[in-house]
């Protein structure tokens, strides 16, 4: 498979009714601050997090 038919394939799902429903669930739960709060942990982890040394 090459890059072009997998972009246009990202596209197509994109523009779908089942891609659109998919972009509405992760923007939901994205505003929740339960979800923010996991994000940022998870970040801290990622980054080595304020003042932590491994």
């Known amino acids: 498979?090459?890059?072009?038919?997998?972009?246009?394939?990202?596209?197509g799902l994109l523009n779908s009714p089942?891609?659109?429903?998919?972009?509405r669930f992760g923007r939901t739960q994205?505003?929740?601050?339960?979800?923010?709060?996991?994000?940022r942990q998870l970040m801290e982890r990622v980054t080595g997090g304020a003042g932590r040394r491994r």
């Not at 498979?1 to 596209?11: D, F």
């Not at 929740?32 to 996991?38: A, D, I, L």
């Open 1 to 11: 498979m090459t890059s072009g038919s997998m972009t246009e394939r990202i596209k």
């Open 18 to 23: 089942k891609g659109r429903d998919m972009m």
């Open 30 to 39: 994205a505003a929740k601050p339960s979800t923010q709060q996991k994000l």
